[in-house]
């Protein structure tokens, strides 16, 4: 029995989100480059026609981890498709399955939406991601 849960996110997360936003940023050593703000993820999680949207890890009524997605459209295929732009779990919460249970989750959200294919782009300077093993399975 897995310890942690996945739920989709709402407005009233986007304290929460950037939280774990920030702690991604600092973990990649990216700190400097964070200018978004919870108003923003409110904001953009409460419009009707936003695209964006997030699923949370949570243990113990703690969230542990993001993963932060949007439409995009693939011109060849001609269908829409999801982007995953973010995918965090705090690092003592690894190795538990919650990012494959976060995967698992936006390939169900794919599925359900008849989207096309699934991207996202890890950057090479991405320490200890761990991203190419994920890929590898």
Known sequence: MRDFSIRQATPDDAETIFRLV???AEYEKLAHEVISSPEIFRSVLARP???VEVLLAESNGQAVGFALFFENFSTFLGRPGLYLE?????????????????????????????????????PMNSHETHASDLCDR
């Open 86 to 122: 973010d995918l965090f779990v705090l690092p003592e919460m690894r190795r538990i399955g919650i990012a494959t249970a976060l995967f698992e989750s936006l390939f169900q959200i794919a599925r359900d939406r008849d989207y096309g294919r699934i991207e996202w782009t890890v």
């Open 49 to 51: 026609e936003s695209t």
């Open 22 to 24: 920030q702690q991604l």
